[in-house]
């Protein structure tokens, strides 16, 4: 058990069974979590696949926890959308991610920018229910004022379920955003309503091909062909493909082969402690 401040974390039961009453409880002690900024980030590498370069980190966030230790993501994500509490949460990670990025390019800003490289960039999920909220260009705007990054150093990755509706809403934030020079990702492209159509519709940068298309990569020559297609016609419509879930060197071969420029995953690397990843920057040894 810890001390005074952190003691609510030892009140309730594991939440996976969780009934009404625990899920109360895991409410209030998310609520505290949220209020003492009691989360952590990792931080997994995005690589260039022609040439194993580190290009970005995506940010995932962990809440660790006195008794049931790092709480995955899946264990709070939803029940934080579900309450909206996510929206402290995610502009905590928002800012948490930018100060960290903008620290390690101040130390690795010189020599990637003698070999010609672009800075480091940081890729921040965010939920739909965050983005609806009607404060989060406003977040968003701040963050970049008090970190000091770069905008298209950050990226924001959405899922389809946000431009789905195609509401004029999303419409002008996606565009205020983008004139802030943030830019956009379609995060687990394959899984929902999948539509091509969302990028030329909207300012998008980035599509984030899901794991489950990579893990049939070298088995399913139909699977092949969709990465492929898909591949060629962002790249058509100047949008960047990131394969997702990357496992084995087949897989990266095979991504690499067909063009695609970016890839994240186990093979590469696991996410990493904020200190394992600023080790990553400072080495920038090819992944
Ligand atoms: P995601 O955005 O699709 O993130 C990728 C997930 O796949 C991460 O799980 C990552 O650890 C895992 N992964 C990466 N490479 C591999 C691989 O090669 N093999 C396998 N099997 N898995 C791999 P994680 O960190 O547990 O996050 C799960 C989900 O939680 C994320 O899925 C995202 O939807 C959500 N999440 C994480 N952080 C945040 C956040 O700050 N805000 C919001 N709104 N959601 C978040
Ligand atoms: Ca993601
Ligand atoms: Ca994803
Ligand atoms: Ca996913």
Not at 8 to 37: M, T
Not at 56 to 66: D, N, Q
Not at 162 to 189: C, E, P, Q
Request: charged share 20%.
């Amino acid at each position: 058990a810890k001390a005074s401040g952190k003691r609510q974390w030892c009140q309730y039961q594991p939440a996976l069974q969780a009934g009404l009453a625990e899920r109360h409880e895991l409410n209030e002690s998310l609520d505290s979590a949220i209020s003492e900024s009691a989360f952590t980030l990792y931080y997994q590498p995005i690589v260039d696949l022609a040439g194993g370069g580190l290009v970005a980190f995506e940010a995932l966030v962990r809440w660790p926890h006195a008794r049931r230790g790092m709480v995955p993501p899946e264990e709070f994500i939803a029940l934080a959308e579900e309450s909206g509490q996510i929206v402290p949460l995610g502009a905590w990670v928002l800012e948490h991610a930018a100060a960290e990025t903008t620290r390690w390019q101040r130390t690795s800003l010189a020599p990637r920018a003698v070999r010609g490289r672009a800075p480091l960039h940081v890729s921040v999920n965010v939920s739909a229910r965050q983005f609806r909220d009607a404060g989060f260009v406003d977040v968003v705007r701040e963050i970049i004022d008090t970190s000091g990054i770069q905008p298209d150093s950050l990226i924001l990755e959405l899922t389809e379920s946000i431009l789905m509706r195609r509401d004029d809403r999303v419409r002008a934030d996606m565009a205020t955003l983008s004139d802030l020079g943030v830019r956009i990702a379609i995060d687990d492209f394959g899984t929902g309503y999948s539509s091509l159509s969302y990028l030329r519709e909207f300012p998008i940068s980035l599509l984030k091909i899901d794991k489950s298309f990579i893990d049939g990569l070298g088995v399913s020559q139909q699977q092949y062909a969709l990465v492929e297609g898909i591949t060629r016609i962002a790249d058509t419509l100047g949008v960047q493909v990131i394969a997702e879930g990357i496992e084995t060197t087949a897989q990266r071969d095979l991504l690499a082969a067909m063009g695609c420029p970016l890839g994240q995953g186990y093979l590469f690397a696991q996410p990493l402690t904020v200190e394992q990843a600023g080790a990553l920057v400072r080495e920038d040894a090819a992944l």
